[in-house]
């Protein structure tokens, strides 16, 4: 039974896990998740009794189901080392995922789709005002991450030497999503010139929203 992976074309949560199939050549299988049609797919009985958070994505591998990306993308590279999206070292693991948490917990999580709808929805919060919590954040956490990459020894072509990891893969759609909604990302030309650097791949081409078979 192939791999099937629960997602949305948009999700960067979904982005991360795709890219990180893609560059372990592995076979799956997509089912979407829309998050916005219906007052949310993720929120019906059938894929709660998946996942319980009602988020995305859900990996399933026969008959488990594995939520979070991150450790997701830990399953697939204990379950399929032959491509490693981690280095070698204890030290270089580390820092990469350093890295990558930078992105997915201190990043992502206050700019996803249920706090933006919180704020507006529930706090009433005006659109203008709700960009301008999306862009702090941004900022804060690009600021932050850009220090961590920049005239870093074991910094190469992508966030870790010269072979794309685990890094890059939650680097990438937090950069969609930054692009998306128009964030100034000119005082990040680390950042950019690794996002650029992936982006000639078609590992990370062909893992983008816009070529998923949900994509509007």
Known sequence: ??????????????????????????????????????????FGTAYRSINPQALVPTLQDGPTYITQSLA????????????PLL??????????????????????????????????DTLGVEDSARMDWYRHWISTG??????????????????????PGLADACLVPQIFNASRFNCDLTTYPTILRINKKCLELDTFRTAAPENQPDAE
Request: contains cysteine; glycine residues 4%; positive net charge.
């Open 1 to 42: 039974m192939p791999l099937k992976l629960f997602g949305y074309f948009r999700s960067s949560a979904a982005y991360r896990v795709r890219i990180a199939l893609k560059l372990k050549r592995l076979d799956w299988e997509s089912e979407s998740v829309h998050l916005t049609r219906d007052g949310g797919k993720q």
């Open 72 to 83: 997701i993308i830990e399953y697939l590279e204990e379950s399929y080392p032959e491509t």
């Open 87 to 120: 280095p070698k070292s204890r030290k270089a693991r580390a820092r990469v995922r350093a890295l990558a948490l930078s992105v997915a917990c201190d990043i992502h999580p206050l700019n996803n789709l249920r706090v933006l709808k919180y704020l507006s």
């Open 142 to 163: 690009l600021s932050a991450l850009e220090a961590m990459l920049v005239d870093h020894p074991d910094t190469g072509s992508f966030c870790h030497g010269d072979i």
